[in-house]
């Protein structure tokens, strides 16, 4: 179990380590989960996208969401890595990945692990636009996750 912050771009050899980690003989299902900077958000068009955190408190609440993933599902290991900095159109911002013995925990791990990080990581996203304006989107329908 482990949740990471890095300025690093989580390339495929990146993805490849965080899959290898979570292998073992004992898991048949995995389940991933990776969010890409998109070219749009509400109807206006992105050119890139900024994410900053308050490290030490991201850290603390990114591994008790592990930590709480894990006593609430029968899963074997858990990572996940969450990008700041400046980041380009198609960049991969944050992965999710579980593995467990059984596929249905792995999937409802992992959708709870992302729910969880976008409603209570202190990690805050800044958009530019085509139109060189910028905002710092809210959280839509955070107030209404289901965990």
């Not at 198609?90 to 709870?112: I, K, T």
Request: proline share 4%; glycine share 6%; with cysteine.
């Amino acid at each position: 179990m482990r949740f990471q912050i890095s300025d690093s771009p989580i390339d495929p050899a990146t993805l490849r380590e965080l899959r290898q980690q979570l292998y073992s003989p004992h898991c048949g299902g995995y389940c991933s989960f990776e969010g890409w900077v998109r070219d749009h958000h509400d109807g206006k068009s992105v050119s890139s996208l900024e994410y900053s955190c308050y490290p030490e408190l991201a850290h603390k609440e990114g591994n008790r969401i592990l930590e709480a993933a894990t006593e609430r599902f029968d899963i074997q290991d858990l990572r996940c890595h969450h990008r700041v900095g400046h980041l380009a159109i198609g960049e991969m911002a944050v992965y999710v990945g579980v593995s467990a013995a059984h596929r249905d925990a792995a999937f409802q791990a992992c959708r709870y692990v992302i729910d969880e990080i976008k409603l209570s990581v202190p990690i805050w996203k800044k958009e530019y636009y085509t139109d060189e304006t910028t905002a710092w989107p809210e959280c839509k329908g955070c107030k209404d996750h289901l965990h």
